[in-house]
DNA sequence: GGACAACTGGACCGTCGGTCAAGTACGTTC
DNA sequence: GAACGTACTTGACCGACGGTCCAGTTGTCC
C-alpha cells in the first residue's frame, strides 16, 4: 500500500498556525462568534486554505477538539487510578467528570457547537476530495453522514466511559441516557457562563453530587 | 391614559397565521434549520411582516415557546397538586420535570434554540404585542449585558421554580446551578433525538433518578 | 534541476438574518 | 359613507458568512 506522503512543511505549519490562532480566538469568544474569515485572517492564511485543511467550519472544531481531548483519552485508557483503571467506578466516575469539566472550560462551548453543528451543517454531502489527515488518526472523522451520526469521536468516547462507569455501578440504571443527561449539562448556555467566570469548581462540585446521587444504592423506601 | 388599541384584525390574523406556520414548521425540521423566508412563506405574509411583528428569529421562538408554556405556568402556580402547591417538594420537582419533558417534546428544539439565541440576540425585552418600532437606533447591538440576561421568561420561570424546588429539600446543595444542571440536559442534540424518538417516558425516568438521588438525604459516608 | 503534486489565496457564489421606505387597508369620526 | 390618520404590510435590498474554485506557487522526490 502506498503511505502517504509526509505532510509538506509548510502544510503542517500553517496547519499549526490555524489551530493556534483558533485556540486563541476561542479563549476570548464563542465558538459561534467566530467566523473562517477572522480564524485565516489570525492565522495568517488564505480562507481557502483552512477550507482545505479542515473541510468545514465543524471540520476544524472537532480537529481542536480532538487534540484537547487526546491527553485525557490516554489517561482514562492507561494512566493511574483513579482516572485510569483501577479504582472503583464511582472514583472513576468523580474524577472523570473533573476532567471533563476542566477541558471544557477551556475550551468554551467547543462541545456545544460540536453538538449543534452535527445538525446544523446543511451540506448534504462530503466531497472526498480533502486530504483530511488531522494531527493522527481520522478514521471515522469523515463519516459526516447526516444521518448516522452520533456525535463526533470525543463525544462517543466521553459518553461511552461515562455510561459504563454507571452501568458498572449501577447495572439497573439507564446508564446510556443518564450518562447524556450529566454530559448535556456542559452545554448549555448558564453553566457555560459560570465557566467562563471561572466557577469551573463549582460545576465539579455539583456534577459530584448527581453522580453520587444517582450512583447511590436504590432509595430504601 | 392612553389605552393601547387593539390590535388591528388584520395584523393578529397575520400573527396567529405566522405562529401556526412556524409551529408546522418546527414539527418536522429543527429549529436551526428553518428560514425566516420559510416561515413567512408558509404563513403567506411577506417577511417584514415577521420581523415587524416579532422583532428577530430569536422573537418568534420566544413567543411560541411563551405561548405554549404558558397553561404549565399556570398549573405550577395555581393549579392541583402534586404539579401546583401543596405537595412534598420531590413529588411536585417530579410532576413538573414531566411536565417540562412533555412540553419540550412537543417543540423540538425550541428550548435550545433559545439558549443559544440568547447569546446572539440584541433585543433587550419584548412586550407581549408591541407597536415595535425597530428602525432607527442601530446601537443595539452593543447592549448585551453579558451579566444581566439569564435566558428568556420562560426558561427563567422553569429554572427558578425547579432551583426553588430543591432547595426546599436540601438547602445544602447549590440548588441554582443543580437546576441549570437537570434543565440544560434537554439541550443536548442525543437527548432531542430521543425525544424525536418519542422516547420522552425514558428521558422522564432517567430525570427522575437524577431528581431523586440528589434529594435523597446526604450520603452517610 | 526538472517535474509533479500538494498547497495556497482570494475572488466569487448562494443564502440568510435583518432593514427600510413606500404603499395598503383598518378603524374612527363626523 | 367619505375622508383621514396611522398601524400594518411588503419585497427589494444590504452586509456577512460558510463554502467553492482554480490559477498560481512551492516543497519534495528522483
Redesign the interface.
Known sequence: MIEERRERADAARNRRAILRATEELLARH?P?QISMEQVAAAAGVGKGTVFHRFGSRMGLMVALMQERAYALEEAVASGPPPLGPGAPPEERLTAFLDAIVDVVGRNKGLL?AL??A???T?RPEWKEQNGHRDGGDSADSADHAPGSR??HPVYRFW?GHTSTLIAARRPD??GE??A????????????L??LERGEAS??A???R??A?????SP?PT
Open positions: 464563542r459561534e456545544a453538538g449543534h452535527a445538525t446544523a446543511p452520533d456525535g459518553h440504571l439507564d441516557l443518564l447524556h443527561i450529566l454530559l448535556g449539562s456542559l452545554q448549555s448556555e448558564p453553566v457562563r459560570l463549582r460545576l462540585a455539583s456534577l453530587v448527581m453520587a446521587g444517582m450512583l447511590a432509595a
